[in-house]
């Protein structure tokens, strides 16, 4: 049972090159999540699908796109990277459905470290 | 706009000592407080939570306060331990319909225990 695994762990960009960030979980879940992590500012919600075949906008969603692929797959693309988009990224996944409504325990990944030159 | 101040930023303490992060929130429709553990190159880990009908809760070494009316929750860890080294984030989730509610998370206290 590896949890919630993200690919890769690091990744350099130039400014205007696209990428897709991948993320799975092996725990059935219905919810899955993708949040920022900025220096001194805590994580931000970009996206996140509340069961198989729906994505909603979180508090920073500009920028980016996202695919709920099947239950176990959440991809985020960046389509023209910045470098404000310069982060680290985190997946999450949590049991119940409904997304960020329902308070279910979040199960995040190890994290994609992320640098747009 | 919503937000969720978390202080200090940074703390050391001597092992064996307790540590205290507080945290405020904004909105008083918050009713769940999760406090996460971050260890170096991992993900956050979520170490114990607090429901607004609760006041405080407990588990093991680290415990949890609520003040609604101040709107305020604070995170104790008593006896720590060199493995208490860590970030720790607080969070408070405001709820609503489908995307209208919302988690905030604390900007993060990193924790450093001297031997």
């Known amino acids: 049972n590896a949890g919630v695994t993200q690919t890769p762990k690091f990744q350099v960009l130039k400014t205007g090159q696209s990428m897709t960030l991948q993320c799975a979980q092996d725990?059935?879940?219905?919810?899955m999540y993708w949040y920022r992590q900025d220096p001194g500012m805590g994580l931000r919600l970009i996206y996140y699908?509340?069961?198989?075949?729906?994505?909603d906008k979180g508090e920073v969603p500009n920028g980016y796109n996202v695919s709920r692929l099947n239950k176990r797959e959440f991809s985020l693309r960046l389509e023209s990277a910045a470098p404000s988009q310069t982060s680290v990224y985190f997946c999450a996944s949590s049991e119940g459905s409904g997304g960020v409504f329902r308070t279910d325990t979040q199960y995040f990944g190890p994290g994609t470290r992320l640098t747009v030159l | 706009g919503e937000n969720v101040e978390q202080h200090p930023s940074t703390l050391s303490v001597q092992e064996g000592d307790s540590a205290v992060i507080k945290c405020t929130y904004s909105d008083s429709a918050s009713n769940y407080f999760p406090w996460y553990k971050q260890e170096l190159g991992k993900g956050p880990q979520l170490i114990i939570d607090?429901?607004?009908?609760?006041g405080e809760k407990k588990d093991q070494r680290i415990a949890v306060t609520l003040n609604k009316t101040a709107k305020h929750f604070s995170l104790h860890i008593t006896e720590t331990q060199p493995e208490d080294s860590a970030v720790y984030f607080c969070?408070?989730?405001?709820?609503?319909?489908?995307?209208?509610?919302?988690?905030?998370f604390g900007s993060g206290t990193r924790l450093s225990i001297r031997p």
């Open positions: 607090i429901r607004s009908n609760v």
């Open positions: 699908s509340a069961s198989e075949g729906t994505t």
């Open positions: 969070a408070a989730f405001i709820p609503g319909y489908s995307s209208a509610s919302k988690i905030i």
């Open positions: 725990m059935n879940h219905n919810s």
